[in-house]
């Protein structure tokens, strides 16, 4: 059984340094996720619609010099609306969960949302209150307790927070 290990980034520095440690210590671009507000669609990101594999590196390249550089390398990114809360950005396989998670999460929000795709509910209300804040959600998954290990490794070389691992919940697509 997978597990996917979470953390909470600061800003999008940290979240370039923490997702390229994650890609030089063999992580795969399908494996990592990353979850930020959309809060300046116009400022700091573009608005895309898109979840395209094949489109990732353009999508990056609109994002902005840093969000580009550690967004643009992740699988399915885009935009994505959950209802009560509203727009983030989202790469990697959270994306796909957390549209499925969203249908049935109006009334949860992104705390419904997170608690979809197997994040306890404790977790996933701390979690939104960061997100909320302005700060990134990461994960990774991790297949055996040797990478569980190295990812957490990673995140606190990386000086990240609200560390935390949960057996992932099977998401059809």
């Known amino acids: 059984m997978k597990k996917a290990v979470f953390c909470i980034a600061k800003d999008i520095s940290q979240t370039e340094i923490i997702v390229n440690q994650l890609k030089s210590a063999g992580f795969s671009s399908n494996d990592i996720s990353v979850l930020l ?9 573009a608005y895309e ?12 390249g609109t994002l902005g010099l840093g969000v580009g550089a550690v967004l643009g390398w992740l699988v399915g990114i885009g935009s994505l ?11 990697g396989p959270i994306m796909a969960a957390l549209s499925v998670a969203a249908v049935g999460a109006a009334a949860g929000g992104l705390t419904g949302a997170l608690i979809g795709v197997g994040m ?4 996933a209300k701390r979690y939104e209150g960061k997100i ?10 991790a297949a055996n307790s040797a990478a569980i290990d190295q990812a957490k490794e990673i995140f606190e070389e990386a000086h990240a927070e609200d560390i935390s691992s949960t057996v992932e919940a099977a998401v059809s697509a």
């Not at 306890?120 to 977790?123: A, D, I, N, S």
């Open 132 to 141: 909320k804040g302005g700060c990134v959600l990461i994960s990774v998954h």
């Open 37 to 45: 507000p959309d809060k300046n669609t116009s400022k700091d990101f």
């Open 49 to 60: 619609k898109h979840t395209k594999a094949p489109e990732g590196a353009s999508v990056g």
């Open 120 to 123: 306890p509910e404790f977790e």
């Open 81 to 91: 609306a959950i209802p009560g809360v509203g727009p983030f950005i989202a790469a």
